[in-house]
């Protein structure tokens, strides 16, 4: 990466940290203790790890004896735009709960890995054309040429690649439901839920039983991610698991093609009334539903990798859109393609006019009202046991290295912290503790590789 890519104060910033030795080194020694967050929070108090048993102290830390009077923790978000450390553990996080809920551990039974699977794709329908990328290569939109109600060519011949900004952008403005667009992802989770219902309903028929009697023998566990298209649209990725209502494997008439068929057929009849009339939200054309094969590893490994990649993504892929809105006048100072703040600027109107949907209050993920990964209870673990299982690993570590933690000693944390802050105290600070934790993952990445090639094994 040149220098040219920097603005003139972060360039002069890092050249005042190549300078300063020993600024530098604190710098690093602080990065480092954050886990390299572009966005850390500064924290003041204190915290003292003691002895269960003997009520030793074991470890005292205190802002304090900590530089500016302040301790920093790092910020935890999913996105990779405003944090890429914090996103990449995010991201393996998803990974494990995702692979968890399949091959078993993390607290899920093994056994689970015999249950019928399925991996689905679900899309939304059409709310008019748009520019897009052909699967075959050839031109955006080459149908028999003509116009439009409103005078504009409805064909389009060019080739887009993927940053080209007209990509998701209607060919006519005038013509595309953008209000229809908005509510369907206002509604996503809603139209999710039905489905899930649908499904079991319709595997029921399939097997030759009751709904009353199929829900008292299974049950469907699933992790969904949502995924924006470039036309602002959300669609999901679901793993679907079949079980038997106690946990266990579902009687063999329960397959995972019967529940593949049963989950296409949900996904073609579910409907979601809009307020007032408006309309209904469904799903689009393109459902795929593939069972699948939880004996082979490295498909379970790329199921994983595909879920937990987009669970990091946001509403768009600079990251305008990263935080919420409080006025149209601050919408219109970010930058962001003209569909997408048109999107958003519909979600801030639609505010007013059903307040009971809050709309306004998501308007920077363009109405979709849920979070971008959710799962069902039974799936697998949740994020916050594995933040606390990784939050206990660090601390032991930490312990045993400094000779503190004895053989069965238990270490309890007590101490009080209050917010001081957010944020690196220069935009060159936050630049250089970015690089430096890209350095640190590409480093730790090859150690990653060079591991698995001297096992003989594959990452």
Known sequence: MSA???PSDVVRHLVCLAADDERRRRLEKDAHACHYCAEPIRLKGYSVTTDAVSGEILESVTSLDAP??????ACGTRRATRCPSCARIYQGDARHLVAAGIRGGKGVAESVASHPFV????????FGRVHRRAKSGGPCQARRPGRCVHGRAVTCLVQHDAADNRLGAPLCSACYDTEGAVLFNAH???LWRRTAIYTKRHLARLVGLTAKTCDAQVRLSYVKVAEFQHRGLAHVHVVVRLDARDGGAPPTTFTAELLALALRIAAGQVRVPYPEGRGEARWGEQVECTPLDTSSP???????NYLAKYST?????AGALDRRIGSPDELAQRRLPRHLRTMATVAWDLGDVWPGLRLRQWAHTLGLRSHFLTKSRWYSTTFRALREARRIHLRTERLMRSGALRAGAEPVVTGTWSYGGQGWRSRGERTYVILAGRRAEEARRLCYDLAFARTGGSP
Do not use: C, H, M, Y
């Open 4 to 6: 040219a890519t920097f």
């Open 68 to 73: 500016q009077g302040q301790v920093l923790k």
């Open 119 to 126: 991996f689905a794709t679900i899309t939304a329908p059409s």
């Open 188 to 190: 996503l989770s809603e």
């Open 298 to 304: 490295s498909q379970v490994r790329k199921v994983a």
């Open 313 to 317: 993504k946001g509403s768009d892929e």
